[in-house]
T-cell receptor, first 111, second 116 residues
Framework: KQEVTQIPAALSVPEGENLVLNCSFT??????LQWFRQDPGKGLTSLLL???SQREQTSGRLNASLDKSSGRSTLYIAASQPGDSATYLC??????????WGAGTKLIIKP | DARVTQTPRHKVTEMGQEVTMRCQPI?????VFWYRQTMMQGLELLAY????????DSGMPKDRFSAEMPDATLATLKIQPSEPRDSAVYFC??????????????FGPGTRLTVL
């Protein structure tokens, strides 16, 4: 059974720092991996989607990598800003086309 | 700016009452999802539709939950009778293609349900 884990559950860093969020999954048989952002009281916003055949995707200050063999993905945020404060979730589409979610990392960027 | 809309945004009801949540997917999106989010369980997929036909509702308690798409612009999630354990935020999401859960999904703002 596919399980997705995100560590740490919470992270607080000063503004301007580069940071990495981690996502791990137990079964490498996935179709893709997605990173989402959730602001308090709001829905989820898709940030990046990496297909299983890809190694990374970039959008602005965000870069997501995927290593299927080790069951890991990272979300790199460059030059963090207070507006980046949110909960970041990763989700994998497993071999049964089920979307399996991690519990999220709550990120706080201190001005 | 196309977006998924959900109504109501908040709902407080008493145990045993019927609850209906509505979702308007982005125009032209073929796949619609219903999720439930709680602190304990995180995000759970309840059901999803493709071209208005239900494809997977295995995540949904069948005895009290029902999901329908009366037309391409409206999806509904109904709970009857509601129970306190149904208290959660219910999200609707839509996706543009026919690839189902492998597409990028666009989420609505959610309906926060409290069952007393």
């Amino acid at each position: 059974k596919q399980e997705v884990t995100q560590i740490p559950a919470a992270l607080s860093v000063p503004e301007g720092e580069n940071l990495v969020l981690n996502c791990s999954f137990t079964d490498s048989a996935i179709y893709n991996l997605q990173w989402f952002r959730q602001d308090p009281g709001k829905g989820l916003t898709s940030l990046l989607l990496i297909q299983s055949s890809q190694r990374e995707q970039t959008s602005g200050r965000l870069n997501a990598s995927l290593d299927k063999s080790s069951g890991r993905s990272t979300l790199y945020i460059a030059a963090s800003q207070p507006g980046d404060s949110a909960t970041y979730l990763c989700a994998v589409t497993d071999s049964n086309y089920q979307l399996i979610w991690g519990a999220g990392t709550k990120l706080i960027i201190k001005p | 700016d196309a977006r998924v809309t959900q109504t109501p945004r908040h709902k407080v009801t008493e145990m045993g009452q019927e609850v209906t949540m509505r979702c308007q997917p982005i125009l032209g999106h073929n796949t619609v999802f219903w999720y439930r989010q709680t602190m304990m369980q995180g995000l759970e997929l309840l059901a999803y539709f493709r071209n208005r036909a239900p494809l997977d509702d295995s995540g949904m308690p069948k005895d009290r939950f029902s999901a329908e798409m009366p037309d391409a612009t409206l999806a509904t999630l109904k709970i009857q009778p509601s129970e306190p354990r149904d208290s959660a935020v219910y999200f609707c999401a839509s996706a543009p293609g026919l690839a189902g859960v492998t597409d990028t999904q666009y989420f609505g703002p959610g309906t926060r349900l409290t069952v007393l």
